[in-house]
Every structure is written in structure tokens, then in C-alpha cells.
């Protein structure tokens, strides 16, 4: 940190500064969200789901005001919820899901990406937890609601099914279901809890237990958790699910829960860099954090007499990788909620001593590598970022400092009865507070 702030500061500083990423990728007249901050990306209806929840935090820091924010998330969603919808090659879903990719000017399907259950799951769920937030009487608020659950309830998420045992990955009009599932240890335990606590086409409990069937729990470290290698798959449920304290089967048996599992995640993250058994430059106790991100290559170079293989953008994982070297800080800080007296002396340090202060004035937490240019160069630097990167910087920086969104997740009934029939028991659901539905007015 820099002389004189403190910890406090660095938190503000950060949210505020993903905050001001994400607004810079917002197009003007649809306000769907560019997949990065590439010019010319196409928008992504999962950045566009972040945003929405990003907005209620914003409101909450004060960073824009509740009127303003709740004026975005409206014609947001009154945008997506109007958007063709059909088998149609050029519309904006099908079935309610809604394409990976859409062009930023109109809302229609970029190239020929997939209709994706996961990405529109994300942007379901931020829509079902702003409409918790946005709880008052306001003209505006009651048609953030009454959207939400019009949203929600079209998505047919039995269709998705595909007739198979699991969740399908999404769809193409030209070749119909992608053969792969979610099934293991991933982020689609959120999609879910939302696809059984659907009112209008949910799927059978069935499915859950046989998704969860195909967990795998492994011991790194003299640590036991529920494995999965890049770190934001033990995040990103958390963003729109309070899952401290209540448990469903997997969990029972284990006498843990999810939020305890991503502890252990974070903590194996940060001793696989002590053990840095690839040997890359500036890993150790304060410097780690490997999950998707953008990276130095694809390239190839010889860095001290060995051969190194650099990726782009990839699903890094520790501690079975792949890993290249590269350093996903805005992963760090989305873990703090679970790992705090490792992530706050991991952020100072990659501030003042990794990237010396200078590359975050651009405004956002950047993918760095260390190794890359060799030893007497410094670090590579990426010079884009991602709003599925930023945005859970502010968000989960908000669930450890204040936990306000998973107050809005314990108050929003979808969820709840998504957790409920998925068969978590304990905490919250047994002593639920008083709901707040997305029924209208």
C-alpha cells in the first residue's frame, strides 16, 4: 500500500476502481456489456449480469446514486426481456437462455457462438438479487422486479436437460445441444439451485444429486476440499448465494460448507506458490492467485535455460495447472471474504513490491507474469481487462467488508427455494428472514 493509506483505503480504492472499469465498457445505447475492454469485443450477457449486481454495490458505496443505478438495471433488463427470442440463427436466445455473445449495438447473436446456460444463469441470478435490493415502492423498483421474474420464469431450464442426467453446457441452431454437461466440482452449483427453484420448467432433484455424484474430494497440502483448479470456480456461487452456514449432502457428510471448502481452496492456492514446484518468478506466501485469465502468449520462449510455454487467456488451476506464471490479483481480492489474513498481505504486497503501484493506475487489478520478459525485465502486464475479472473485485470485496449482498441472496425466495429443494438444510433456512420475492409490486 502506498505510504500512510490503510487497509481500508486499499478497499475502497479497489472498488471503486472496478466500478469505473466496468462503466467504461457499458455500450451507450443498450447498456450491454463488452466482454472486455477491447473496443471492438462483442458484448457478453454474462458481463451483463455482473453489472447489474456491480450497480446495487455501487449504490450501496455511494458511488452512484440508488435512483441512477436502479435506472440502469431497469432498461437493462426492460432490453433483454424484449430481445427475439426463437431458433432463429440471428435472435438474442431461445427458450429464455440467451447467447454467450451479443452484439453490443442491438442485442443479437454474435457470430456463431453457443446459446450458453451458464452465462445466462449468471445474468438470471444478478437479476433475482438486484430485484431483492431493490425492494422499494418506486415505479422504477416495481418494474425491476416484475422483469426479474419474467426473466426467470421463461428460462426452460428442463429443455436443457437434453433428455441426459445433467445440465447441458448450451445450444447452437446449426447443430443443436453441445455434447458436454456440468458435471464435477465447478461455479454451475449456482445454476442449480436457480434451474430447481424454477416455478415454471425446473429440472428434478435428480440432476443435482446426480451432479453432485460426480464430485471429487482430494487432499493437497495436508488440506481436504472439494477440488476444482482455478480459483474463481470457488467464488463465483458465492456472488449470488449466501452459502455459509447451511449445507446439502456432500457438505453434510463432510461437516463443512461451501464457503469453508472455498477457504481451503484459497489457502491451497497460496501453498502451492510457496511450493512454486515449476519454478516462476515472484511466487510465494504473498504472491499468488491462478485462475482463467488473460496471459503474455501464446508464445514459446527460453527463460534461463529452459523451454517455457506461455498461454492467452486460459483456465489456469493449482495445483495441477496448467500454470505459466501468471498472477490473477482481482482473484486474490475476490477471495478475502473466506481468507482474509492471507489476501489483505497478498494485495499490499502485489501492490507496492510486484508491479511497484504503476500498473494500477490504469484503474484495475491486472493479470501480471513475472517470468515471461526474463530476469532483468519487469513483469508482463496485461493492458486489457474483463469484466467477469473486475466486477467480482467490488462485489466480494463488499460480502467481506459489510456481507450486504448475501443479505439481498437470504431475502430473495427464488433462492431460497432453489437451496431447499437442492436439500440444504440449516442456518438462514430454518430461521429465514422475512423474503423479499420478485413478484412486482
Known amino acids: 500500500m502506498s505510504r500512510g493509506a490503510t487497509a481500508e483505503d486499499l478497499l475502497d480504492r479497489l472498488q471503486a476502481d472496478a466500478f469505473a472499469c466496468l462503466c467504461g465498457v457499458i455500450a451507450p445505447n443498450t447498456g450491454l456489456v463488452r466482454d472486455s475492454s477491447v473496443p471492438d469485443a462483442p458484448a457478453s450477457i454474462a458481463a451483463c449480469g455482473m453489472a447489474l449486481l456491480s450497480h446495487a454495490v455501487a449504490a450501496e458505496r455511494g458511488f452512484i446514486t440508488r435512483s441512477a443505478a436502479a435506472q440502469y438495471v431497469r432498461s437493462s433488463l426492460i432490453f433483454l426481456l424484449g430481445a ?64 426479474a421474474t419474467a426473466l426467470y420464469e421463461r428460462v426452460d431450464w428442463a429443455w436443457a436437460m437434453d433428455q441426459g442426467r445433467t445440465v447441458s453446457h448450451g445450444w447452437k441452431p446449426e ?43 482430494q487432499s493437497h497440502y495436508g488440506i481436504e476440499y472439494l477440488h476444482a483448479g482455478p480459483l474463481f470456480i470457488h467464488q463465483m456461487s458465492h456472488y449470488f448465494l449466501d452459502l455459509r452456514g447451511i449445507q ?36 510465494g506466501s504473498f504472491c499468488w492467485g491462478v485462475t482463467a485469465c488473460d496471459g503474455p502468449g501464446p508464445l514459446s520462449r527460453t527463460i534461463d535455460g529452459a523451454q517455457r510455454e506461455f498461454l492467452g487467456y486460459a483456465a489456469r488451476g493449482a495445483p495441477f495447472g496448467p500454470d505459466d506464471g501468471t498472477i490473477a490479483p482481482w482473484a486474490i481480492a475476490a477471495s478475502l471474504a473466506f481468507a482474509p489474513e492471507i489476501v489483505m498481505p497478498a494485495l499490499a504486497h502485489i501492490e507496492t513490491l510486484c508491479l511497484g503501484g504503476e500498473a494500477w493506475t490504469s484503474g484495475c487489478l491486472p493479470t501480471f507474469n513475472a517470468t515471461v520478459n526474463g530476469p532483468d525485465a519487469p513483469p508482463w502486464v496485461a493492458d486489457r481487462h474483463y469484466p467477469l475479472n473486475q466486477c467480482p473485485v467490488l462485489i466480494m470485496l463488499e460480502n467481506a467488508r459489510s456481507a450486504q449482498p448475501w443479505s ?34
Not at 413 to 427: V, Y
Open 248 to 283: 446439502d449432502a456432500p457438505m453434510r457428510a463432510k461437516g463443512i460448507d461451501y464457503a469453508e471448502n472455498s477457504r481451503r481452496a484459497t489457502l491451497i492456492q497460496q501453498r502451492y506458490a510457496m511450493a512454486n514446484p515449476l519454478g516462476f518468478r515472484a511466487y
Open 175 to 217: 447443430s443443436g445441444f453441445l455434447a458436454s454437461r456440468w458435471e464435477g466440482y465447478s461455479e454451475g452449483l449456482f445454476l442449480y439451485i436457480l434451474a430447481l427453484g424454477s416455478p415454471t420448467h425446473p429440472i428434478a432433484r435428480d440432476a443435482y444429486e446426480a451432479w453432485t455424484r460426480s464430485y471429487r474430494w
Open 84 to 147: 427475439p427470442q426463437g431458433p432463429q440463427s440471428h435472435a438474442t436466445g431461445n427458450h429464455g437462455f440467451f447467447y454467450h455473445f451479443l452484439d453490443p449495438a442491438n442485442g443479437r447473436r454474435s457470430a456463431d457462438c453457443e446459446l450458453s446456460t451458464i452465462d445466462t444463469a449468471i445474468f438470471i441470478a444478478a437479476a433475482l438479487l438486484v430485484s431483492a435490493y431493490f425492494d422499494g415502492a418506486h415505479a422504477v423498483e416495481c418494474e425491476i422486479r416484475g422483469c
Open 408 to 441: 439481498w441472496a437470504r431475502r430473495c425466495q427464488p433462492f431460497i427455494n432453489g437451496l431447499r429443494a437442492a436439500g440444504f438444510t440449516g442456518g438462514y433456512l430454518e430461521r429465514p428472514e422475512a423474503p423479499l420475492g420478485v413478484t412486482g409490486p
